[in-house]
């Protein structure tokens, strides 16, 4: 790129952007960033000595005839499109144009901060060279950002600028003061008041001082990379865990009562048996244990008759028999009242001994043999059961509320710092502030999985009611007997 600054502080650009194609191409463009104030003209594209005629269309994807360009206005400027055709070849295209109101012009100095290379390019660069010709010798000049390699030369009224393996998607800019004598006109440039050479020097080291402070945090945490990630991991689980501890000693621990017996001798009260371990256990999901229990219940209350008989059970690979223990279960009293949550059962039970008694040991095989239809009820039978518990109130769930929304604050906050921080993280030079957001959003959302994970402890954020609580300690000291003094 050559840039000519003529006297009047516009701009005269001449880029020669040089491909190698690999495969069938048609088609390129270039951003040109525009601010308030700035315009841009006498554009055009050339190959050679040949020039690209204008008026073809400038909207990214489209098709036109080789050898035409066209031009649009963006949010950030404008764009040029144009169009060719290539195949596996290499090109060079020169583009042209003039800018006005770019240049900044104070009392001493004019200040000239151009863009030489866009962020728009999805493709890096091996090597980029700019030169800046002024209309009089030059006294100061950057090139930008900080931490692209590359250097500036100065040769009295010329500026060299070379950066070399620029990154996709970034940006790289050529900064010159020339003093304010040489120019005869201001028609296309910006006027400020007052020196300008102090300032934009300060501006420069500002630049340069504040890469160096975040490369020497960053390089800090790296070095320190034990406490760092101690820090980090604080910043993650402690909220979290501070949130997950109050839930806790606000609504999901018990209160005692004042019931002292160790022992219960006999079943405290006539509540279900497959509901005693969802009371005990603050909720869950009804299983087989509890479908059981429920069998059980039912011979206890009469609906089935059990009568104790012995069973050959085949042992040693089926060489031998040995008599077991069993159970001779039949329909007995039909019309005993039976719970709706424990209909399943009874119906599982009704469709084996429908026909005459049938051993338990043989009920596997029986409930398999209708499986679709059992593995219905036995769900059925979870879902009426957890409906049962339900029904009573036994549970108070105010801390879930309050544990999910942490978790939802801290996902939202810290999605939103994560996206802030990669949006403005810059790979070339990293700001301290950036890699700072990207960590804390992290953290966020590490804390937001910690509280979701949590829920699904129900001890922390659940609780017993007053009656629940009392009856559930009765029962614990029923377990408790059971477990002490297995043989009585």
């Not at 951003?31 to 841009?40: A, D, F, T, V």
Request: charged share 25%; with cysteine.
């Amino acid at each position: 790129m050559t840039v000519q600054v003529e006297q009047d502080g516009s701009l005269v650009v001449d880029e020669v952007i040089a491909f190698s194609f690999v495969g069938d191409f048609s088609g390129a463009f270039r951003e040109i960033p525009l601010r308030e104030g700035e315009s841009i003209d006498q554009v055009f594209v050339a190959e050679g000595d040949r020039q690209y005629t204008p008026g073809a269309c400038a909207e990214l994807g489209c098709s036109g005839d080789p050898g035409t360009f066209g031009t649009t206005r963006t949010d950030g400027g404008v764009r040029i499109v144009w169009h060719y055709r290539a195949v596996s070849e290499p090109r060079r295209f020169r583009v042209h144009y003039r800018l006005r109101g770019l240049a900044v012009a104070y009392d001493d100095v004019v200040d000239v901060n151009l863009q030489v290379w866009g962020d728009e390019w999805e493709v890096g660069l091996d090597q980029l060279t700019a030169s800046a010709i002024a209309p009089g010798d030059v006294l100061r000049a950057w090139g930008h950002p900080v931490g692209i390699r590359g250097d500036v030369t100065i040769d009295a009224r010329r500026v060299d600028l070379r950066a070399e393996r620029i990154p996709p998607g970034h940006f790289v800019e050529l900064r010159t003061l020339i003093p304010r004598r040489f120019f005869t006109s201001t028609a296309g440039m910006k006027v400020d008041e007052g020196l300008g050479l102090d300032k934009v020097v300060a501006e420069e080291r500002e630049d340069a001082a504040a890469y160096e402070r975040d490369r020497r945090k960053i390089d800090d945490a790296i070095d320190n990379l034990g406490s760092t990630i101690a820090k980090l991991l604080a910043l993650a689980l402690l909220p979290a865990l501070f949130l997950i501890g109050l839930v806790w000693w606000r609504w999901g621990r018990e209160h005692g009562t004042r019931y002292d017996r160790e022992y219960e001798q006999e079943p405290p009260t006539e509540t279900p048996p497959a509901l005693v371990p969802g009371l005990l256990a603050q909720g869950g999901t009804a299983g087989s244990l509890e479908f059981t229990a429920t069998l059980f219940d039912l011979i206890r209350r009469g609906r089935y008759r059990a009568e104790q008989v012995t069973s050959e059970r085949k042992i040693w690979g089926g060489l031998k028999t040995q008599q077991v223990s069993d159970l001779e279960l039949s329909l007995a009293d039909v019309e005993a009242p039976v719970d709706a949550f424990e209909a399943p059962v009874a119906q599982v039970i009704d469709s084996i001994v429908v026909d005459g008694p049938e051993r338990l040991s043989r009920f596997r095989d029986r409930i398999e043999d209708d499986r679709t239809s059992n593995s219905e009820r036995f769900t059925s039978f979870k879902s009426a059961v957890g409906a049962e518990m339900k029904r009573r109130k036994w549970f108070q769930n105010a801390g879930l509320a309050v544990l999910l929304g942490g978790a939802a604050v801290l996902a939202v906050a810290g999605g939103l710092t994560l996206f802030g921080g990669i949006g403005s993280y810059n790979a070339i030079a990293p700001t301290w502030n950036s890699v700072v957001a990207i960590a804390l959003g992290v953290c966020g959302l590490v804390g937001a999985a910690v509280l979701a994970a949590a829920a699904f402890n129900r001890r922390l954020w659940r609780r017993r009611s007053g009656e629940a609580q009392a009856e559930a300690e009765r029962w614990e000291a029923f377990r408790r007997y059971l477990t002490d003094f297995p043989r009585l």
